[in-house]
């Protein structure tokens, strides 16, 4: 791993903002390298509001979206919500049905079956809708390259409105409204929101005909920030705020499927990073193991008991995910060891038998391991499927847009793809996509960065410092948790490593002789040596809360240590 010192803010800039908000060195760097220079910017960023939040009718086509389903409400139309089978998709027919039963009782879902269907829009989603006598489908973080399908759909007489934020291609589909604020005639002021952001939007301009604003929308915010954090957008700006707000919903008045969801959690607040870990995969396991119309139906539910009972079957549906994910990740390493003698600057595999449900979350894993741009393809219908998951700074979505000759379709971001393609084009598409990265990567992205706020020495922390960095969150893309390096310190000789396998190394910091700090590195156990007969080495953590036996202490998180 090759450590990167962040530059360090203007002096200027340092004194200025000290003096503006009365903090130290420490605080004011790090908030200049979030781009925080003023006490408005400051107050926006420790106080997230609905003031922060953007007008929806400055989304290309917004105008188009509420007439046409404000004209819908009216005539009394039946109405499907669509979406795609993951968190964000789920989250957001949640959001979105939720709302329109509100106003209209004529409204359904439709989630597609991941391994029957696929991703997106599909001919048998729209010919359900036409059996249905549904004229108008409401597609959420799907549907920006569905040309065919939605033209298939106007000829059936059915109108989309499409809410994505997946990158279009250079033709639009013929829909009523496509509200996409990665669209490239779309001047609305931000342009990271995840699906359910953007039907949040829908939502809010809806609501602002009826004389309310996003503040009365607040209920829906717990499905919001879930799908902000599952999502891994960059959380800066209006997901700042959606997130802020919708974590408070989250921890005081959530809604009956995500409290049953946390309900056996013992913790006294959820982070976003509880968002992701706990609450994310259960609904994700759905869509992966059985149908996301069980994730759907759970976060609509508005009865507590049965909610639970629903919440139980997805608990089940997330232990089955755990299982397969293990298997199919250890069957993986062990192709990759087979297979790849010589150095590749990709790693591609393959086997017919792999779990469609769980392909995503293997090739995040090899690419932890390997740290090299990943395709984890299986068997699906007639077709080959794969997840694409990227190292930071290089664009997956191009390199699979190069490869373009040998794939029927993929869609997604610059660090996870999805896509499929014939089976006589594999080995083509394998050896095309290798050139295309060996080509276009920077070597130095092919080794883990970890990069560093600031360097201090360990008696700079303290509970003052952690009380501020905790008003910081939440963390995410954008704002990540504060890395710390302190250079010349050793441990006092207790130090060993810890856990079922002996994975993790425990030991406590000293640095000239003061200020002794536990400290724990998950994983670093193979570095026992480094800090074996209180040898002099460097760490990078950030800094965080041990509480046990009803005591609270301060401990160093270990992201990395070095001789």
């Not at 373009?404 to 993929?410: H, S």
Request: aromatic fraction near 8%.
């Amino acid at each position: 791993m090759r450590w990167t010192l962040k530059p360090k803010p203007e002096a200027s800039k340092i004194d200025l903002l000290k003096e503006a908000l009365n903090v130290d060195d420490i605080v004011a760097k790090l908030l200049l390298q979030r781009g925080i220079e003023t006490f408005e910017d400051a107050k926006t960023f420790f106080r997230p509001s609905f003031n922060d939040l953007h007008d929806p009718f400055l989304m290309k086509d917004m105008d188009k979206a509420v007439t046409r389903i404000e004209d819908a409400i009216a005539k009394g139309e039946n109405i499907l919500v669509y979406g795609d089978y993951d968190v964000d998709g789920t989250t957001s027919v949640a959001l979105m049905s939720s709302y329109l039963k509100t106003r209209i009782d004529t409204v359904a879902t439709y989630i597609p079956d991941r391994y029957d269907e696929g991703y997106g829009i599909s001919y048998k989603g729209i010919d359900f809708a036409d059996d249905n006598d549904f004229s108008l489908i409401i597609v959420l973080d799907c549907g920006i390259k569905a040309i065919e399908k939605i033209q298939y759909a106007k000829e059936k007489g059915i109108d989309f409105i499409i809410c994505d934020h997946h990158r279009p291609g250079d033709i639009l589909p013929d829909a009523i409204a496509v509200l996409d604020p990665k669209r490239h005639d779309c001047d609305y002021p931000f342009k990271e929101l995840c699906g359910c952001g953007v039907g949040f939007k829908l939502i809010s301009a809806l609501a602002s005909n009826q004389g309310q604003t996003p503040e009365d929308l607040i209920e829906y915010l717990d499905l919001v920030a879930t799908a902000i954090g599952a999502d891994i957008v960059p959380i800066v700006d209006e997901n700042r705020a959606l997130a802020y707000l919708g974590l408070q919903v989250i921890n005081t008045n959530p809604r009956p499927g995500m409290k049953a969801i946390i309900a056996e959690v013992k913790k006294d607040e959820l982070t976003i990073i509880d968002v992701v870990f706990i609450i994310a995969p259960r609904i994700n396991a759905a869509g992966r193991m059985k149908h996301g119309n069980h994730a759907v139906t759970l976060l609509t539910e508005t009865d507590f008991n049965m909610a639970a009972a629903y919440a139980v079957d997805i608990d089940q549906f997330n232990t089955d995910r755990r299982v397969a994910d293990k298997r199919i990740t250890e069957e993986a390493l062990l192709q990759i060891e087979k297979n790849n003698k010589e150095e590749k600057f990709t790693t591609v595999v393959y086997d017919e038998n792999w779990h469609k449900g769980v392909i995503g979350i293997v090739a995040s894993r090899l690419t932890e391991t390997f740290y090299r741009p990943t395709l984890v393809f299986t068997k699906s219908g007639d077709k080959l499927a794969a997840s694409a998951r990227s190292v930071k700074g290089f664009d997956v979505y191009n390199a699979l847009e190069a490869c373009n000759e040998y794939i029927e379709q993929f869609g997604g971001h610059k660090y996870a793809a999805g896509l499929t393609l014939l089976p006589e084009n594999y080995d083509a598409f394998k050896a095309k996509f290798e050139s295309v990265v060996k080509e276009t990567i920077d070597p130095k992205l092919l080794t883990p960065e970890l990069k560093v706020d600031l360097e201090i020495n360990l008696d700079q922390v303290d509970q003052r410092l952690m009380r501020i960095l905790k008003q910081f969150a939440p963390f995410g893309p954008g704002n990540m948790t504060p890395v710390f390096m302190t250079q010349n310190i050793k441990d006092t000789g207790w130090g060993k490593c810890v856990g079922e396998d002996k994975s993790h190394l425990r030991f406590t910091a000293t640095q000239n002789g003061f200020e002794n700090i536990v400290c724990i590195g998950f994983g670093l156990g193979n570095k026992l040596d480094i800090i074996k007969n209180k040898k002099i080495f460097n760490a990078a953590y950030t800094i965080d809360e041990n509480h046990w036996n009803g005591t609270t202490s301060l401990q160093l998180k270990l992201k990395d240590i070095k001789e």
